[in-house]
C-alpha cells in the first residue's frame, strides 16, 4: 500500500475534508501565543482554548480549492501540505507522544481507511453515490456496484 499514491492521498484528502475529530479542547500548560494569518493571540496558563478543525484543514489561505475534495491533493510536491492535515489533533507528518497529546490511534485509522479504499477497489469495478449532509457530518449512500469482473 505504501507504493498506491493515489490512494495514499485520498484517504488524507477524506480525512482533511471531513475530520473524524472535529471539535478539540485543553487548558494551556504555559503561558503562550498562538499566531494566525492576520493576528497572534496570547493564551494564559489555564486558560480554555477550543478548537474547530474545518477552520484549519479548509483553510483556503493554505488549501487551493479548500472546500473541494482533490483526490492527487497530497501527491508529489503535495505531500509536503501534510502538514496542515490536523485531525489527529496534531500534524499528520508528527508521531503521537504523551507530551503533545496526539490521538495514539492516529496511524491505526489511517491504516484501516487504506485498507477499505483498497479492499472497495479490488471487490468493484465501479459503484456510485450519493452525498449529502447529516448531524455528524457527510452523509454518503451507496446507490450502485458493480463486482469485479477478474
Not at 489561505?61 to 479548500?66: D, S, V
Request: glycine share 6%; with cysteine.
Amino acid at each position: 500500500m505504501e507504493e498506491m499514491p493515489l490512494m495514499k492521498s485520498v484517504v488524507y484528502e477524506a480525512l482533511r475534508i471531513e475530520p473524524p475529530v472535529s471539535l478539540q479542547f485543553g487548558r494551556a500548560k504555559r503561558d503562550l501565543i498562538i499566531e494566525s494569518h492576520d493576528a497572534a493571540f496570547e493564551v494564559k496558563e489555564g486558560e480554555m482554548l477550543f478548537g474547530f478543525q474545518p477552520f484549519a484543514t479548509k483553510d483556503p489561505k493554505i488549501f487551493t480549492q479548500a472546500e473541494e475534495f482533490v483526490a492527487d491533493r497530497f501527491i508529489g510536491e503535495g505531500e509536503k501540505m501534510l502538514e496542515h492535515v490536523l485531525w489527529s489533533n496534531g500534524p499528520e507528518t508528527e508521531e503521537p507522544t504523551l507530551g503533545n497529546k496526539q490521538c495514539a490511534g492516529k496511524d491505526f485509522v489511517v491504516l484501516v481507511s487504506r485498507l477499505f479504499v483498497v479492499e472497495l477497489f479490488l471487490r468493484y469495478d465501479s459503484f456510485e453515490i450519493e452525498v449529502g449532509t447529516s448531524p455528524l457530518g457527510a452523509a454518503v449512500t451507496v446507490t450502485s456496484l458493480r463486482r469485479a469482473s477478474f
